[in-house]
């Protein structure tokens, strides 16, 4: 699996990528300064050695301030150039932007195989996904100004009613869809007049690269800042200076409170977070078992359960727990574990060095309090993989249980009582989705009404997922803040603003001129179709 011979030729690594360069201000700078090397876990060598892709900037507290200031003067407290365009020229600017994009695709396919191991199939998915994602949201932006492209009248005051830009954003993305998840932030950000701030996550960061001339071409000066390096030394300083309005992030809800915490104006601050989760599948006596087991290994496997909407906890009905167990057991241990562009290939090397001796903990912590492995390869280590391990019976006092594992270890619980899984959820600090697998309406029916009070999303025979992109994406408790879809991630990125005026002869004389003459990029009844 890892020799040489077996990486096809448009796949190889050629060439190192040492990149020197970050955006600040409309200008990608050189940078002169230290610099970390990126390595993929995967190896192109016969025997076992992590690859060499490149190296990125390590920067410091100084380019990291310089890049707020460029977002700062862009927006020039609401004035600048940015917030001010007529709507349509901003939808310029992005068409242009996703065109230059599209022309990088192979590129970022490649380096989203080598540096997190996502698939072949996955990575191309990201890619499309993401300018499809992009597309979606000029449309959406579109409408938005058709439906604001009016004046509203209530005792006898006339109301011109828009969405406005809320300042500069602080853009932080994943590592487990570094394109996709990044811009699902930054694109709606960008596009409703914010000026933004952006640092790429530890892995998965080579593959924006290939973008930055994009962005550089695309938008006017500061618009779009983008840098690299440790959050700790790049975003906690420009946090504390409370020069920031909205702090975007998909990561953790330990990252998220340890940067709220150093705006000195938390009160000012806009947070537009996706955090963990600790989604659950429950399988009902009922449930079709093909089809559950089927959504089961998808929802807790893909991407090696590298997602924050992957199956972590599977609750099973006593009546078909042994049958259940078996059947998925084997199933596991039949899937295809190999290098991203394998045909076929399910399971693929983790980008993490430490994540198989993580997996080992929970696995160790779990046989020690009576847990067992049920299936044959589970716990197997390769140089950068471990196999999934199906663990029953599962207790709370478990760390698989307790903790969200982000990888290759599936925890199952029986129940007896639909209430046990019910209080578990309710108690849980998380409440993003949950999957429901059954089919007696008498016994559906109460369920869905209280799940949706426990969690956003219930997927009815269904694996969990974020898509599709125009679906609200969002959660409660530690899961989220605010929500993100093309409609709602727009609305994230804004508030209502508007215009008011007397209904009397000079404001309406007024307001006709103002009209009339365009010379207002706000008062407008003109929209794009």
Request: with cysteine; aromatic share 8%; charged share 25%.
């Amino acid at each position: 699996m890892s020799k040489k011979s077996n990486i096809p030729a448009e796949f190889e690594i050629t060439n190192v990528i040492h990149h020197n360069t970050y955006l600040v201000d409309g200008e990608l700078r050189k940078w002169e300064g230290n610099s970390t090397e990126v390595f993929s876990t995967i190896s192109s060598t016969e025997a076992y050695k992590p690859t060499l892709l490149g190296s990125i900037p390590d920067m410091d507290e100084k380019s990291a301030l310089d890049a707020l200031g460029g977002a700062l003067k862009a927006y020039n407290q609401g004035q600048g150039a940015w917030p001010t365009m007529r709507i349509s020229d901003r939808i310029e600017c992005m068409e242009k932007f996703v065109k230059k994009m599209e022309a990088k695709r192979n590129e970022v396919v490649k380096l989203l195989m080598w540096e997190i191991g996502k698939s072949l199939p996955d990575s191309e998915k990201e890619f499309d996904r993401t300018v499809d994602y992009i597309y979606d949201t000029i449309e959406d932006y579109k409408q938005l100004d058709r439906d604001a492209a009016k004046f509203k009248k209530h005792d006898g005051v006339y109301a011109h009613i828009r969405r406005g830009p809320l300042g500069v954003v602080l853009c932080l993305g994943p590592y487990n869809y570094p394109l996709n998840e990044t811009f699902a932030l930054l694109i709606p950000a960008i596009i409703m007049g914010n000026t933004t701030i952006f640092k790429p996550a530890k892995h998965g960061v080579l593959l924006i690269t290939p973008l930055l001339e994009a962005f550089r071409s695309s938008f006017p000066k500061g618009v779009v800042n983008i840098i690299f390096g440790r959050g700790r030394t790049v975003a906690s300083p420009i946090m504390k200076t409370g020069k920031v309005d909205v702090l975007a992030l998909i990561g953790n809800s330990k990252s998220a409170n340890a940067l709220q915490e150093q705006h000195p104006k938390s009160n000012r601050l806009r947070l537009v977070l996706g955090l963990e989760a600790k989604n659950p599948a429950i399988i009902l006596p009922d449930a079709e078992l093909d089809l559950t087991i089927d959504e089961c290994i998808a929802g807790t496997l893909s991407f090696n359960g590298q997602r924050c909407t992957a199956l972590k906890v599977v609750y099973v009905h006593e009546d078909i727990q042994e049958e259940f167990n078996k059947r998925f057991a084997e199933r596991v241990d039949a899937l295809k574990f190999g290098n991203p562009w394998e045909n076929g290939v399910k399971l693929t090397p983790l980008p993490e060095p430490g994540k198989p001796a993580y997996i080992q903990e929970l696995i160790d912590d779990a046989l020690s309090k009576g847990a067992k492995i049920l299936n044959k390869k589970g716990g197997k280590h390769y140089d950068n993989y471990i196999w999934p391990a199906v663990l029953y019976p599962v207790t709370k006092d478990m760390r698989v249980y307790q903790e969200e594992q982000f990888g290759p270890v599936i925890p199952i619980l029986s129940f007896k009582d639909i209430e046990e899984p019910l209080d578990d959820m309710a108690a849980s600090n998380y409440g993003q989705q949950v999957s429901l697998f059954g089919k007696d309406v008498y016994a559906l029916a109460p369920l869905i009404d209280t799940l949706v009070n426990l969690v956003c999303r219930v997927n009815l025979n269904s694996s969990c997922q974020r898509g599709p992109d125009v679906y609200p994406f969002t959660g409660r408790k530690d899961s989220a803040q605010a929500t993100l879809s093309v409609h709602d991630a727009l609305r994230s990125f804004s508030i209502r603003t508007f215009v008011a005026s007397k209904d009397n002869a000079l404001n309406n004389e007024i307001l006709e001129k103002l009209l009339d003459s365009k010379l207002s990029n706000f008062i407008s009844t003109d929209y794009i179709l």
